[in-house]
C-alpha cells in the first residue's frame, strides 16, 4: 500500500475556494482546508491487462515466437 498524506491548512479565505467548494460559505471569512491522499503509488494489478492484447497474435505459437524474440534481445 501506498502512503497516506493529510495537508491540513487553518483560517483559509472562504472565497479562495473553488465555486462547487464554496456553495452555502459565502458568509464565513474563513475555513479549515483538509486534503487527504488515497493510495499514492498504488501498482495497477495485472489483471486490468489480461485481454487488453486480444487479437494481436493469430496463433499461440506467434505469441510464443513473439515474447522469445523479445527475450533473446537481452541475452
Known amino acids: 500500500m501506498g502512503e497516506t498524506r493529510k495537508i491540513v491548512t487553518e483560517n ?13 460559505l459565502e458568509d464565513l471569512a474563513s475555513v479549515r482546508v483538509t486534503v487527504e491522499t488515497e493510495d499514492v503509488d498504488r501498482p495497477t494489478p495485472l489483471t486490468s491487462f489480461i485481454g487488453s492484447a486480444k487479437g494481436c497474435y493469430l496463433t499461440p ?9 523479445l527475450r533473446d534481445e537481452w541475452e
Open 12 to 24: 483559509y479565505p472562504a472565497h479562495k475556494l473553488p465555486e462547487d467548494l464554496r456553495r452555502g
Open 61 to 69: 505459437s506467434d505469441a510464443v515466437t513473439c515474447i522469445r524474440s
